[in-house]
């Protein structure tokens, strides 16, 4: 069984060599990844979307594949964890549907192109705060900022503890494997109690915001750990992945890449060839059959490698290029299939808006040294920059 390191530093700045090994494998490889351990890899376009969309043979929650509850299933995670992995993204079938329509409406098309002003309005302000005399870190000082604060206000979390949230999950971002899980947990707590704190003040005053909805409209039957489990993974989702986006993007800008009208198809293809979260959470084997010439056993984890396909050559035309024209441009840097991301629209959204309104102001932004190579953050599974510094004026 080869062993791939899917976050070693080489592979996050040119995967090409290591996906096409894999491809040669098969569509499908045994491998073993940090914390997931043993597992299957897709590493075609095909094959990716097929066990995406297949529910019947592939589950989210282990339990319907012959193993344990979700929320038993991580035996090493505290207990104040375990109602957290009971969330939106490892529940199958009607319970996950049913968690899905209670904020699909909040993050559909309509409802984000209505917050374009207010986004706009965000990314002006940390543009002002910017100084144009100084080295800036885009990563923090502007793409991290920026979803943080839309995400928030759509979910009506007060402003003055933002930056506690961000400053308590940002050791969350580290993981490589288990030891490095243990040392996250104080921020697992912290971030889970700071969530549940505020969702207990929201039930006892009137806010504006998706919380405040979930908690007093009678028409929805979240319970309390289904709330908190939603909060979770809309605000650590919300910001820690179109923070990716936006700092890949200006890296490939400032590394010449053009950034032209319609500057939508440019993102697709960032994030096409970023592919700013890699891979899906484990998914588990529901029964015992044969794919793509191998034999999956019941309870098999298999990891859909969105960068494989996106990055298939039968697929995408010179595949390891970023055309920023790129059309057609089918990627599923958004996943596929019943958990697609459901903040795409505004994931796309906010990066359009921080480029646009980014490289209006300092359209001679240059990375400082010049041509530095990429720094990626170490999360496993993530493709972003840790930091990037950049001269906004040269
Ligand atoms: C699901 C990527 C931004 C919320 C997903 C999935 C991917 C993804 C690949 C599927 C994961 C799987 O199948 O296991 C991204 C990328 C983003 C982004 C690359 C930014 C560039 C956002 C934003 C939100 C969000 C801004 C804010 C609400 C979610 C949620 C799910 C999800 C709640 C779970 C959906 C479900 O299980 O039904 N995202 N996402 N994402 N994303 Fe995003």
């Known amino acids: 069984m080869a062993q791939y390191k899917l976050n070693d530093p080489d592979f996050l700045r040119d995967p090409t060599s290591v996906l096409a090994q894999m491809r040669e494998e098969g569509p499908l490889v045994r491998t073993k990844l940090p914390i997931i351990g043993q597992c299957w890899a897709t590493t075609t376009d095909a094959a990716t979307r097929e066990v995406l969309k297949d529910e019947a043979l592939f ?15 991580y035996w090493f995670l505290p207990r104040f964890m375990r109602p957290l992995t009971r969330n939106i993204l490892s529940l199958d079938g009607a319970e996950h549907k049913r968690i899905r329509a209670a904020v699909d409406h909040s993050f559909s098309r309509a409802a984000i ?6 986004i706009t309005q965000v990314a002006d302000q940390y543009l002002d705060q910017l100084d144009p005399s100084k080295p800036v870190d885009i990563t923090q ?24 949230l961000s400053r308590a999950i940002a050791p969350i971002s580290k993981p490589t494997g288990i030891i490095a899980l243990f040392t996250a947990m104080p921020g697992l707590y912290r971030t889970q109690k700071l969530l549940r704190a505020e969702i207990e003040t929201i039930r006892h005053t009137q806010r504006n915001g998706l919380l405040s909805t979930l908690i007093h409209d009678a028409s929805n039957d979240l319970s309390d750990d289904e709330i908190l489990s939603l909060a ?7 910001h820690e992945t179109t923070l990716h986006l936006i700092s890949d993007a200006v890296f490939a800008i400032s590394d010449g890449a053009k950034f032209n009208e319609p500057t939508s198809l440019a993102i697709e293809e960032f994030m096409r060839f970023f592919s700013p979260v890699m891979m899906t959470k484990p998914l588990f084997v529901r029964e015992t059959h044969e794919r793509f010439g191998q034999t999956l056993q019941q309870g098999d984890k298999v990891i859909a490698q969105l960068i494989g396909a996106n990055h298939d050559p039968d697929r995408f035309e010179n595949a390891a290029e970023i055309q920023t024209d790129r059309r057609p441009n089918a990627h599923i840097g958004f996943g596929f299939g019943p958990h697609v991301c459901l903040g795409m629209h505004l994931a796309r959204t906010e990066a359009q808006i921080a480029l646009e309104r980014l490289f209006n102001r300092f359209p001679d932004l240059e990375r400082t040294p010049k041509n530095a190579p990429p720094v990626y953050s170490e999360r496993y599974g993530f493709r972003g920059m840790k930091t990037l510094k950049v001269n906004l004026k040269p």
């Open 141 to 164: 000082d502007y793409a991290r900022m920026l979803p943080l604060d839309v995400i928030s206000a759509l979910l009506g979390i007060k402003p003055e503890l933002r930056q506690k």
């Open 113 to 118: 192109d209505a917050l374009r002003p207010e």
């Open 59 to 73: 589950a989210r929650n282990p339990a319907n594949a012959g193993g344990k509850d979700i929320s038993r299933y």
């Open 232 to 238: 979770f993974v809309l605000f650590i989702a919300g």
